[in-house]
Structures are given as C-alpha cells and as structure tokens.
C-alpha cells in the first residue's frame, strides 16, 4: 500500500499539528511514513523534534519517520527563471534570484505525506 496526503501550512505549528494529525488518522499503522517539506513549512529540524518529541511513548512511536526537505521551485513572471531557489528560513515571499521580483511558487508550499508498509 503507498498512499499520500498533501497538506498546505502556513508556519511551523500549524505544520507540527497537520503532521501529527495525519499520522493519529492513519489507523492501521504504516511501518514507513516520508515526509517531504520545505523551509516554506518552517524549520526542517523544528518539526522533526517536535514530531519526534510528540509520538515519543505512543503507538505511533514505531513508525519509521523520514523526513525531506526539498528546495522551493518558483516561476518569475518578470524574467520568466524557472527553477529551485535556497531560503534561509521560513518567509512569506520569495524574490527571484535574478530579478529580485516576487515570485509565484510552484513547489515547496505544501507538504506532502508518503505511506508505505
Ligand atoms: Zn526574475
């Protein structure tokens, strides 16, 4: 079985919650669960303690936890750069490397939860 949710957040609790949230609504319990987020989520180790911290002593604790971080992908409109960009942390606007415009954001805003048994 593999199966996947894409959550959108908006900051790193709203983040840690919807994880967990999925994972509580899982029933029967996967072995492996991937997580695949970017700094657009939050802070990539933030949410791996806290997820960490809060199945610690549950039954959820045996699922194997992988966390991803992938680079957001944007699309520039004023000088049309495709492509993935580096953010130091969590922000609400991403600047084109190249033209230094805002930017529409293709990749990285959602969080997409991979299942596997
Ligand atoms: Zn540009």
Redesign the pocket.
Known sequence: MQWRIIIDTMHEFDTVEKIYNSLLNMGELPNRVYIKLSKLNGNVDFVRFAIESMIKGTALERIKLEFIEIKPKIR?R????EGEVDIPAHVHFIR?P????V?DIIEGKEIEILVKD
């Not at 004023?78 to 750069?81: L, Q, V």
């Not at 190249?98 to 415009?101: A, T, V």
């Open positions: 520039c004023t000088c049309g750069y084109c190249f033209c230094n415009d930017v």
